[in-house]
């Protein structure tokens, strides 16, 4: 399958230490091409823009870069066979939970994994905000509590 992975993981280093040892590998062992929306975007536009002073040139440089983000992320939902979304933090990352909708209106299979045992759902019959838990569930798709419960999830989903 082509995956796109959604989630807010390239914006720490110990999130990116997570998504580069463990969720890549762990993905691409079991066969899968990713599209990772944190290589998609060139890492000199961004250094470029980071080493403007602050102020209304880096301001419009960074409007006109998110765009462009945006939209490339957005086309590669568009290509991919399923959305592989990490649901940690108290509460979902508004930008995976935008691109756990769109893949839902995409016609798009959603699976979540959620390691972060802390309480995060809008009530107890929920793991997740409703909203984004109902979208991947009806995708077809579930929620999975351990990395080693992905390829299990991913051949029902294949």
Excluded at 106 to 123: P, Q, T, V
Excluded at 125 to 153: C, H, K, M, W
């Amino acid at each position: 399958m082509l995956i796109y992975l959604a989630g807010p993981l390239g914006f720490s280093e110990a999130g990116r230490h997570f998504h580069n040892t463990v969720v890549i590998p762990l993905l691409q062992g079991l066969g899968h091409e990713l599209l990772d929306p944190w290589t998609l975007t060139d890492a000199g536009a961004i250094a470029a823009i980071q080493a403007l002073p602050y102020g209304i040139e880096r301001r419009d440089a960074w409007a006109a870069l998110s765009a462009e983000i945006g939209r490339t992320n957005a086309q590669a939902i568009d290509r991919c066979d399923l959305v592989f979304a990490v649901l940690d933090g108290t509460d979902v990352d508004s930008g995976t939970a935008a691109e756990i909708g769109y893949a839902f209106a995409r016609g798009k299979k959603i699976l979540g994994y959620r390691g972060d045992f802390r309480l995060a759902a809008d009530n107890e019959g929920s793991i997740v905000n409703l909203q984004v838990e109902y979208f991947i569930r009806a995708a077809g798709g579930g929620i999975v509590p351990a990395t080693g419960d992905i390829a299990q999830a991913l051949a029902l989903l294949g």
